[in-house]
Structure formats: structure tokens, C-alpha cells
T-cell receptor, first 111, second 115 residues
Framework: RKEVEQDPGPFNVPEGATVAFNCTYS??????FFWYRQDCRKEPKLLMS?????NEDGRFTAQLNRASQYISLLIRDSKLSDSATYLC????????????WGAGTKLIIKP | GAVVSQHPSWVICKSGTSVKIECRSL??????MFWYRQFPKQSLMLMAT?????????EQGVEKDKFLINHASLTLSTLTVTSAHPEDSSFYIC???????????FGPGTRLTVT
């Protein structure tokens, strides 16, 4: 089983729709969780840190379920510019600050 | 804030030559820098972790004599690909983090092509 699993997609979604991704992680000791987005041939950029109470940033909402070991990302009113690969990232739960990267979910927003 | 630069952004070199890539944190002091590589349509692969003034810790399967990492200051790390071969052609990306935080901030990456 992979340490961080994501549906690779692609998710083809019409502009304006709401889309949600889930990600599961295997290390129950993980404490920090993130969503990054990566555009084609570009570096990953931090989208959101995921807090235990869930957090919202504009059209983006992240949720954490520790009991089931999954993280979700919800995008409302999707824009064409949201098209990217979304990477779920989890820390290893130890002190060396390494992150474990999911393979990403590709999102394509269609006009 | 949290800007990381990387230079060069792309490089083409001949087989057998060495290439140095620089990674700088511009507006913060980076406790740790990480080097990744990414092949087309694949996920990021961590190559090594480096702390300022210490030897880098390499991931399993990454040759430390081939990928030389120097982390001379809190704002600069370099990766040198020695005796490059066509199979080393890839997208190399560095990232940096600040003490006590897990978030990593990425440089724009270096696209290396070895002919």
C-alpha cells in the first residue's frame, strides 16, 4: 500500500462546478498535511495547509479525518485557472521534516 | 514571502560533463533544503535532504558521488550532477523549509537535458 494515495484522475469538470478530491495516508503518526498544486512543467506551489479543524480559503476547503486517515480538498465555483495537478502531502511523523508526496490528481476544468 | 530561486532554469549539456544547479532562499533563512527530481508525468522523487553545514542525507538508490550537494549557508544549496548521462535528463527542483515548520517552498526548477 502506498503511503499517500490519490486518484490520479483526470477529473474533467465544467467551469463553475464543485469538485472534491480525497487522499488517504497510511502513517497514523503524521501530524501535518498539505495540498499543493502543480501546473504542467512547473514547480509545486503550496495551496493550503490542512488543520485538524478543517480550513477554508476562498473557494477552497480542506478537511482532515484522522480516524479514517484521509484528507479532502473541495473546490467551489471552479475556474479554468484551477486546471492543474493537486498533490496531497503528509509529513512522515518523525523529526526529520521530510514530506511524503502523493502522485497527484489531475483536474481539467472545461469551459 | 518564502521565495526560492533556482538557477539555471534550463541547461543542455554534453554527456560526460558536470552541471551545477543553485538554489537560494531569497527572503528567509532555510533550515533545510531538499532536492527532488521529476520525470514527465511522474511524481516528485526526493533525492536528498541537506542541512546547512552538514553532509546531505541521500535517499536510497541516489548516488552521492554522482549528485554532489553542498549547503554552505542558510540561503544557498547547490546540486552538481557529475559526469552527466542522457538518463540524468530530468526536471530538478529544490525546496526549502524554515525551522519548526513542515511547509516546503519550491524553486522554479531546472530542466536538464544531456545530449
Amino acid at each position: 500500500r502506498k503511503e499517500v494515495e490519490q486518484d490520479p484522475g483526470p477529473f474533467n469538470v465544467p467551469e463553475g462546478a464543485t469538485v472534491a478530491f480525497n487522499c488517504t495516508y497510511s502513517n497514523s503518526a503524521s501530524q501535518s498535511f498539505f495540498w499543493y498544486r502543480q501546473d504542467c512543467r512547473k514547480e509545486p506551489k503550496l495551496l493550503m495547509s490542512v488543520y485538524s479543524s478543517g480550513n477554508e480559503d476562498g473557494r477552497f476547503t480542506a478537511q482532515l479525518n484522522r480516524a479514517s486517515q484521509y484528507i479532502s480538498l473541495l473546490i467551489r465555483d471552479s475556474k479554468l485557472s484551477d486546471s492543474a495537478t493537486y498533490l496531497c502531502v503528509v509529513n512522515m511523523g518523525d523529526s526529520n521534516y521530510q514530506l511524503i508526496w502523493g502522485a497527484g490528481t489531475k483536474l481539467i476544468i472545461k469551459p | 514571502g518564502a521565495v526560492v530561486s533556482q538557477h539555471p532554469s534550463w541547461v543542455i549539456c554534453k554527456s560526460g560533463t558536470s552541471v551545477k544547479i543553485e538554489c537560494r532562499s531569497l527572503d528567509f533563512q532555510a533550515t533545510t533544503m531538499f532536492w527532488y527530481r521529476q520525470f514527465p508525468k511522474q511524481s516528485l522523487m526526493l533525492m536528498a535532504t541537506s542541512n546547512e553545514g552538514s553532509k546531505a542525507t541521500y535517499e536510497q538508490g541516489v548516488e552521492k558521488d554522482k549528485f554532489l550537494i553542498n549547503h554552505a549557508s542558510l540561503t544557498l544549496s547547490t546540486l552538481t550532477v557529475t559526469s552527466a548521462h542522457p538518463e540524468d535528463s530530468s526536471f530538478y527542483i529544490c525546496s526549502a523549509r524554515v525551522a519548526a515548520y513542515y511547509e516546503q517552498y519550491f524553486g522554479p526548477g531546472t530542466r536538464l537535458t544531456v545530449t
